[in-house]
């Protein structure tokens, strides 16, 4: 409905300037609703598309093959090449299974000591271990969570046990986490790092 410059409504019903004033303050509330609500919705929808955004960002590098782990296997003297072999296999079968390192990034530096060049505490936290204990430590790419890395552990120790007979109380891991500029795999690189232009 129109209201003249006289302040009338269509037929000569005079309407007040209370009225008026009232009508517009009403319409006034509604459009600052409307835009208050049009305001929180875009910010909520830009949140979400940043969220998305920095998610979609984080999967090159899993998919790259950017998590290679170096894997150091201690033990004492006195074992065979197919044992430390079949040791070596378990460890990196269960990084691909477990951890979803890359097939083929294998890289293993296994090393026997004499008795005396790998002392160890035989009953530290109430485990005790034996001379075959193997000590693990496996340097890897930040950001696992902690379900996943008690996964690992329970997963090769149960494989160790069941491949190559050795006492779960005999299996000492330690995980290294890293960022990705701490790896240089050959030629003076930094080959996950990448440099602005």
Not at 101 to 111: G, Q, R
Not at 142 to 150: D, I, N, T
Request: aromatic share 8%; net charge negative.
């Amino acid at each position: 409905m129109e209201i003249n410059d006289r302040g009338q409504l269509p037929g000569g019903t005079s309407v007040s300037v209370a009225g008026r004033r009232s009508f517009c303050r009403t319409l006034l509330a509604s459009i600052i609703f409307w835009f208050a609500r049009k305001s929180v919705a875009l910010v909520h929808r830009s949140r979400e598309d940043a969220v998305t955004t920095a998610n979609h960002d984080l999967q090159p590098a899993v998919s790259q093959g950017g998590e290679v782990p170096l894997v150091r296997i201690d033990l004492i003297q006195g074992t065979s090449e197919e044992y430390r072999t079949k040791v070596g296999e378990i460890v990196y079968q269960t990084l691909v299974d477990v951890l979803k390192v890359p097939e083929h990034d294998h890289f293993h530096v296994i090393t026997e000591h004499p008795k005396d060049g790998l002392p160890f505490d035989r009953n530290y936290l109430g485990i005790h271990r034996s001379d075959a204990c193997i000590f693990f430590q496996i340097t890897l790419l930040s950001g696992r969570s902690v379900e996943l890395k008690q996964s690992f552990y329970k997963t090769l120790v149960d494989r160790l046990h069941e491949e190559v007979r050795l006492r779960k109380q005999d299996a000492f891991i330690n995980l290294v986490e890293v960022p990705k500029e701490n790896w240089s795999f050959g030629n003076g690189e930094a080959q996950y790092v990448t440099t602005a232009q």
